[in-house]
């Protein structure tokens, strides 16, 4: 059972430049979730997605786009990356059953030089 | 003031002592809440959900003091393997948005 599988694992960009992160998730999971982690910043929100179809901005969506396709899947793209947006993201699904926890994907760690 | 803070640490402690975490938040409203480790360059993992009446896994005990509005985590008998980062997280009533806490860094010394 893979859980949620990030890719890729280590990127570099230039500034500029685009990139899509892709998730998936193979627990039949509702909702789905792109977390940024900075150091002193903890996790930030950036997109979430309570279904297939819906997505909604978090905390911190500018200078990104997300697009959930179908139930297993949701991407986060970065059209013109900046070196702020030097991070490790993560991608976390739920089921929608109570207060269940996130389950994180191993992240993805972005450097824009 | 932020929704949910937490003491950075390090907590440096000797293996077998006992060491505890708090966690503030300042949303009265907020109805869930969970601890999550997670280990240098590692995603995080969930740890324990805390209910309102405390609940033990193993050596882990977590308590809610919603007049207070803090959550906490006890561990005993620290081991070397629980070296980590302890994250606090919150949900807000009425909404599925996981507030995070910066983090507690605990260092258990052989």
């Known amino acids: 059972n893979a859980g949620v599988t990030q890719t890729p694992k280590f990127q570099v960009l230039k500034t500029g430049q685009s990139m899509t992160l892709q998730c998936a998730q193979d627990m039949n999971h509702n909702s789905m979730y792109w977390y940024r982690q900075d150091p002193g910043m903890g996790l930030r929100l950036i997109y979430y997605?309570?279904?297939?179809?819906?997505?909604d901005k978090g905390e911190v969506p500018n200078g990104y786009n997300v697009s959930r396709l179908n139930k297993r899947e949701f991407s986060l793209r970065l059209e013109s990356a900046a070196p702020s947006q030097t991070s490790v993201y993560f991608c976390a699904s739920r089921i929608e059953r109570g207060n269940s926890p996130l389950h994180f994907g191993n992240g993805t760690r972005l450097t824009v030089t | 003031r932020k929704e949910v803070e937490q003491d950075p640490g390090p907590f440096n402690v000797p293996e077998g002592a006992t060491v505890a975490f708090n966690c503030t938040y300042s949303?009265?409203?907020?109805?869930?809440f969970f601890w999550y480790r997670q280990d240098c360059r590692k995603e995080p993992k969930l740890l324990m959900s805390v209910y309102s009446s405390g609940n033990e896994d193993g050596r882990f005990t977590a308590q809610l003091n919603r007049a207070s509005q803090y959550i906490s985590l006890l561990i005993r008998d620290s081991k070397l393997s629980d070296s980590a980062t302890y994250l606090c997280v919150l949900i807000p009533s009425g909404t599925y948005k996981y507030i995070f806490g910066t983090g507690t860094r605990l260092k258990v010394l052989a």
């Open positions: 997605s309570a279904s297939e179809g819906t997505t």
């Open positions: 949303n009265s409203a907020s109805q869930s």
